[in-house]
């Protein structure tokens, strides 16, 4: 109960959606719908991929499902990559620059609940 609480106290993304997410992973990475949704664990398509996972869980407005739905993916395999994103974070300074561009790109406006 407590949890749940906490998290209704968090800030929420308004407006935020898939389309915004994935449009901004196209621009900072230079890659195209059909790169981004392709087979495969080609680099930069594969670390896109990621990145956009590992944005979605941060997010209380779209779920996993949807972008595995969208990328034609395995939930569990866009659950790891997140995973191994949040992981790199903490000590790859590209990486940080590179989810604050696709960050800033998605135009993320809060508000209190």
Not at 15 to 38: F, H, K, M, P
Not at 86 to 97: F, I, M, P
């Amino acid at each position: 109960m407590e949890q749940v609480l906490s998290r209704a106290a968090e800030p929420r993304e308004v407006g935020l959606n898939l389309d915004r997410v994935i449009g901004s992973v196209w621009a900072v990475y230079q890659l195209t719908a059909a790169e981004l949704r392709s087979a495969g664990k080609e680099q930069p398509a594969a670390e896109a991929r990621a990145v956009a996972a590992y944005l979605v869980r941060k997010s209380h407005s779209i779920t996993l499902s949807e972008l595995a739905v969208d990328f034609r993916r395995d939930l569990s395999g866009l659950s790891q990559a997140a995973r191994r994103i949040e992981r790199r974070v903490a000590t790859d300074e590209g990486l940080r620059r590179k989810l604050a561009k696709v960050e800033e790109g998605m135009e993320i406006s809060v508000c209190q609940a």
